[in-house]
């Protein structure tokens, strides 16, 4: 039943795609039992209220007339010409849609259809159809977008179909990729967007996509009526949160489609062959939204295949329905597997080699609603290496017994969408500033590269949450009252006082933890005892000063150090938290913001211009939220409601903010969002871009913060790699280059402008294509060039050349701290196609230049 005004629905969806052949016998591509006008009237008069434009796919014959009958009705009109291997037929097709458009019916001009998919013409043939149909028009003085439509594979491989047409018009069919319905958005959201990147800059119109309500299982695509409504609402809903325009397909159930496209070809309709609004569509024109638009990556949406080095999966999800039945391998998961609402967490030890994993979903009464197969492959010398990852500190929580949980730590790609698994029964506690090494609770290293244990460190007790700290050059480890050499593995002086932060709530350690100085020198910590709750240590002297900070929040958080040093940044996990903001070096409060209730960790954006502070919220009263502040004004630019969000960490150079999250049923916003968002920022506005699926971390308004957290803390490895002079990858091209004792790793080369031509180059190999941040390092001297210049190259192709002045540090780039140096970007990202980056350095200058490390940071 629609929810209408007038008889009108609520909500008019923005395009559909309208074939009137409905009744037994009908078949354009026979040619007999005709439609007549007035059946083409009664069908179009039936769809047309329920959007703003109306697709069809020829200009002749039974459909000659019906450009006119939408427009008269008050619909816009997107007409095609049918295109196939028939040249007379199709110069008649386009004769006609010239003249329907010169006659001012058509709207938008559509020249084919999967012509390309189908063989049926040549990419220059097509072209030169569209090209008759723009000049034509354009002689005529009808200016109206002109493209053709083909699925986004084959819009993608013809380049120059895209440079001919006015806007790209693409078809996207998860259901025909074989995916879940629980993954099909994600998997949509992901070709659209590869889409974008190659269109030039014009509009991307999804022209065709839907889910058959019936008809052959493809993969992991599954037919039914209920797959068919839910991703109905799931893409509109997605198409509003991003703007997209787009034509559903289709209007009614055309049966002689099961000729050329199986049982499923006669059941994309949002009407049936009785005229009738399949049940559950009208939940859209209702103007209902799905809660979840955005892309979620589970078990269903990771890729057919998973190469892993972690001996531990996870298997997680949410049933679309109470009462649903979810089966792993022919085994139903057990009570405390899944929770009252239906989200669902599993842990599943792997074998070395190959592990298929079957994922089904059925309802109550049994019916197979999904099913979902992967391929998972233990391999232990996989390297992880190159990748950027998310490490993920998981507990049990105070959840009660309705819903699962994961001990352990949980590793994620965030590029390649996939939950790589599971270390059990260890917790991260931090990451070296190289990324190579992982810190673990218990004093356990592992390597991010194949999370293989490396070595234990020389603690004397376990490492707590809240309680540890990484010198930014990586020397040095600080837990409690403890400090660890790196390089010798030792215990060196010991702290005066214990750095934990002594703020607990409800028996569960708070969210943050101490700070240390870009320099390395004082660590900022929490005073246990009552009255000034800021204590700065001097790690040189041993030294404890009370900082006398006011303002300071009750329930101390997190502390953290301003990208430029300048500025110490505090949070406070109570009801009605907030930001203080002071000077690092006079200890003066600058300013503050109000936050949310048990707000927690500090996180920063935008080349560390704004930080973000993620909050809790108060189960009494939600609330919970990421916070966009511009720190050094003290303004609040942003607000994103997401339950639980205390836990978080960033990556500056892409602005993304990876942030705890714990939708649930009980706080309105559905079942399928537990685990990790990942939101995303465009000037001053926040903005969810997707979400690691865990099963854990929901949401339960009558347990307390943060005992009910399962998520306890969220760390960021980039893809980071360095060539210092002298490591593998670095070379003398040319000439003679002189050495030195300074710079990164205590060492350089140094070249003359005179003698000739002299180059270093630094060379990184079995990269993955994508865009790069490329930073160099160098120790300034007045005789040094201000104008060393540095060569990008993508394999043997250059990119660009930047020059850079070598008499002045380098400069803009605080949040690199590798190496325990500065770093300066050679100009923006830099995309490559290859798999090898070369940097050179060339004394064709006007003074010395000085060859140190090059660092690179894959972005995507």
Do not use: C
């Amino acid at each position: 039943m629609l929810a209408a005004v007038g008889g009108e629905p609520v909500y008019r969806i923005h395009g559909l795609n309208f074939g009137p052949y409905i009744d037994d016998g009908e078949d354009p591509e026979i040619g007999v039992n005709p439609v007549t006008p007035a059946e083409l009237q009664e069908r179009l008069d039936l769809v047309t209220p329920h959007t703003n434009w109306v697709r069809t796919f020829s200009a002749t014959g039974d459909l000659q007339g019906l450009s006119q009958m939408i427009h008269d009705g008050g619909n816009m009109s997107a007409v095609g010409a049918w295109i196939d291997d028939d040249e007379t037929t199709n110069n008649q097709e386009i004769d006609a849609l010239i003249q329907q458009a010169i006659a001012g019916h058509i709207d938008m001009a559509i020249v084919g259809s999967e012509a390309l998919l189908r063989n049926d013409v040549s990419a220059t043939t097509l072209i030169g159809y569209i090209d008759r149909v723009k000049t034509e028009l354009a002689a005529a003085d009808v200016s109206i977008p002109v493209t053709t439509a083909d699925t986004y594979v084959e819009l993608m491989q013809y380049p120059e179909v895209i440079d001919a047409v006015d806007v790209v018009f693409a078809n996207i069919y998860p259901y025909h990729e074989g995916s879940s319905i629980h993954s099909a958005i994600a998997q949509l959201d992901e070709n659209h967007d590869d889409l974008i990147a190659v269109a030039n800059g014009k509009d991307v119109i999804i022209s065709e996509t839907g889910w058959p309500s019936a008809g052959q299982i493809k993969g992991d695509a599954m037919p039914s009526a209920q797959n068919a409504a839910d991703y109905f609402l799931d893409f509109v809903s997605w198409a509003k949160a991003k703007d997209v325009d787009y034509f559903w397909f289709e209007a009614i159930d055309e049966p002689w489609k099961t000729r050329n496209e199986g049982p499923a070809g006669a059941h994309w309709g949002l009407f049936d062959g009785d005229l009738q609004l399949k049940d559950g569509m009208e939940r859209v024109f209702n103007g209902e939204t799905a809660p979840d638009g955005p892309p979620i990556v589970d078990f269903s949406a990771m890729p057919a295949t998973i190469e892993t080095n972690l001996n531990t999966f996870i298997v997680a999800g949410a049933t679309l329905n109470s009462g649903d039945q979810v089966f792993i391998n022919g085994v139903p998961l057990a009570e405390g597997e899944i929770s009252n609402a239906g989200a669902y967490s599993l842990p599943v030890p792997l074998n070395v080699g190959a592990n298929s994993f079957t994922l089904e979903t059925r309802s109550a009464s049994g019916e197979l609603l999904s099913s979902s197969t992967k391929t998972v492959t233990y391999d232990m010398s996989m390297s992880t290496e190159h990748e950027r990852l998310l490490y993920v500190d998981a507990v049990a929580g105070d959840v009660g017994a309705s819903g699962p949980s994961l001990e352990g730590t949980i590793v994620i790609v965030p590029d390649q969408n996939v939950v790589l698994g599971m270390i059990p029964g260890k917790h991260v506690r931090g990451i070296s500033p190289d990324g190579s090494e992982i810190y673990m609770d218990d004093r356990s290293v592992f390597s991010s590269s194949n999370h293989q244990l490396i070595r234990m460190l020389t603690f004397s007790q376990s490492i707590p949450v809240g309680g540890f700290v990484v010198s930014p050059d990586g020397n040095r480890l600080y837990s409690r009252t403890e400090s660890v050499d790196v390089t010798t593995n030792t215990l060196t002086t010991p702290l005066p006082v214990d750095i934990r932060m002594p703020g607990t709530f409800q028996g569960a350690a708070v969210p943050g933890g101490p700070a240390i100085t870009n320099d390395g020198r004082d660590i900022f910590s929490s005073r246990p005892t009552p009255g000034d709750r800021i204590r700065k240590i001097d790690t040189s002297s041993n030294v404890v000063v009370d900082t006398g900070l006011s303002g300071i929040p009750a329930f101390l958080s997190d502390i953290t150090v301003s990208p430029d040093g300048d500025s110490l940044l505090v949070s406070g996990f109570r009801g009605g938290g907030s930001l203080v903001v002071a000077d690092i070096e006079t200890l003066q409060q600058t300013g503050s913001v109000s936050t949310r209730d048990f707000s927690g960790e500090i996180g920063f954006v935008v080349a560390g211009s704004m930080a973000v502070v993620g909050a809790a919220g108060n189960p009494a009263n939600g609330g919970g939220g990421v916070f966009l502040i511009d720190w050094q004004s003290n303004a609040q630019l942003d607000y994103y409601p997401i339950p639980l969000a205390d836990n978080l960490t960033t990556s500056n150079i892409t602005d993304e903010i990876f942030v705890s999250t714990g939708h649930s049923n009980s706080d309105g916003f559905g079942t399928r969002r537990l685990g990790i968002d990942v939101l995303s920022t465009d000037g001053d506005k926040l903005t969810l871009t997707k979400t690691f699926f865990l099963g854990i971390n929901e949401y339960i308004p009558s347990i307390g913060t943060p005992s009910n957290d399962q998520i306890r803390g969220v760390f960021f490895k980039p893809a980071v790699q360095i060539i210092d002079d002298g490591d593998p990858g670095f070379a003398i091209e040319s000439g003679s280059w002189g050495t030195g004792n300074s710079g990164a790793g205590g060492d350089n080369r140094n070249a003359s402008r005179f003698g000739g031509t002299k180059v270093a180059r630094w060379t990184f190999t079995d990269l993955t294509p994508g865009r790069y941040r490329v930073s160099a390092t160098w120790n300034q001297h007045p005789v040094r060039a201000t104008d060393a210049p540095y060569t990008i190259f993508d394999g043997t192709t250059p990119l660009n050349t930047i020059d850079v002045n070598q008499q002045l540090e380098p400069t803009g780039s605080p949040d690199l701290t590798n190496l325990g140096v500065s770093w300066q970007d050679l100009g923006g990202l830099v995309a490559i196609t290859s798999d090898t980056l070369i940097v050179k350095l060339s004394n064709n200058a006007n003074g010395y230049v000085m060859a140190d490390a090059i660092r690179i940071e894959r972005v995507a």
